[in-house]
């Protein structure tokens, strides 16, 4: 079988770049890393390029999309026939992320060689870290996957030591994966807060995120918030941010009076490579214990607080 890879997932596109492997994969999705988007040629494309749609805007099309059977993913097929890969990664955790296995079925059943299709579907922290041995494994070089995990389990033991060591008890926080509705964080997102030393009691570990309602989280009161809509940007985040300052209650939450609310980069977190979740908890930890840990520098960019002065507020 050939190893030329294609890879219509992105967090699988960071974690081959990671490991060294990116000189066979030929063929990526429109959203992957900066770096790969440079250097290798697009294969998976969809209808919401290009287009500025509000929180709101993009529920109702993905709602109305999976009722009718559709997806808003699709496969440059010549292009992809000219690659001819004999790997292809793909996903089955959510079809609104990305392209799933079975859109990709029904494009790589035209091709004339048929490639190997390797489903990643991580539910939890361990899992996203196990997905790095598969694609090693799949593309020849096993043993890049465990030098490259050594790596990253070093800097989280690193934060549970400091933590273990200071006492420091749990942080009561939120992640909040969606603006409108406000969707509460899932999958390996606990598991993340949990090793920088929080704990999300509206999360659903191992499982998807859901519509959460406000009256819920007021109850709860979080002590810290960080806001990071799935495939959202800081600067995407702030135009709509408005969306839960203008709520009712929202100046009595803990974390707002506290000035421990954060907007942050979705890709520490629903773009799940194990080296960018690592870095997630890495910037949890520094937002959850001020006093024990900083914000890494390559980090700063990635986080804004956001503080009752900020222009977001108006």
């Known amino acids: 079988m050939s190893m030329i890879t294609s890879s219509f997932l992105p967090a699988a596109t960071q974690m081959i770049y990671d490991m060294n492997l990116q000189h066979l994969l030929q063929g990526i999705t429109f959203e992957c890393p900066p770096q790969a988007l440079a250097e290798k040629q697009k294969v998976v494309r969809c209808v919401l390029e290009g287009?500025?749609?509000s929180s709101m805007e993009i529920d109702k099309i993905f709602s109305a999309s999976k009722a009718q059977g559709k997806s808003l993913y699709y496969v440059d097929e010549p292009l992809l026939q000219a690659i001819s890969p004999g790997i292809i990664f793909t996903q089955d955790v959510c079809e609104v992320c990305q392209?799933?296995?079975?859109?990709?079925?029904?494009a790589v059943a035209k091709l004339e060689k048929q490639p190997k299709l390797i489903a990643l579907t991580p539910n939890t922290l361990h899992d996203v870290f196990n997905t790095a041995i598969t694609i090693a494994s799949a593309m020849g070089n096993e043993e890049a996957a465990y030098t490259y995990l050594a790596g990253l389990q070093k800097r989280i033991d690193a934060i549970t030591d400091d933590l273990r060591k200071h006492k420091a008890p749990p942080k009561r926080v939120m992640i909040m994966e969606w603006l409108a509705p406000v969707y509460n964080c899932g999958h390996?997102?606990?598991?993340?807060?949990?090793y920088a030393g929080g704990i999300d009691m509206l999360s659903n570990p191992g499982g998807d995120s859901i519509v959460t309602p406000w009256e819920k989280i007021?109850?709860?009161d979080p002590e810290v918030l960080v806001i990071a809509p799935?495939?959202?940007t800081i600067s995407r985040t702030a135009e709509e941010i408005h969306l839960l300052t203008e709520k009712k209650e929202w100046a009595q939450l803990t974390a707002v009076r506290n000035n421990a609310v954060f907007m942050a980069d979705y890709d520490l977190f629903t773009q799940p490579s194990a080296?960018?979740?690592t870095d997630g908890i890495e910037l949890l930890s520094a937002l959850f214990h001020p006093?024990?840990?900083?914000?890494?520098a390559h980090l700063q960019h990635k986080y804004e607080p956001l503080l009752q002065s900020s222009p977001a507020y108006v």
């Open 291 to 296: 006093t024990l840990f900083t914000v890494p």
């Open 230 to 232: 799935c495939g959202f």
């Open 99 to 106: 392209i799933d296995t079975a859109c990709t079925a029904a």
């Open 218 to 220: 007021v109850k709860y």
């Open 275 to 277: 080296s960018t979740l």
């Open 188 to 194: 390996w997102i606990p598991y993340q807060v949990a």
């Open 51 to 53: 287009h500025s749609y």
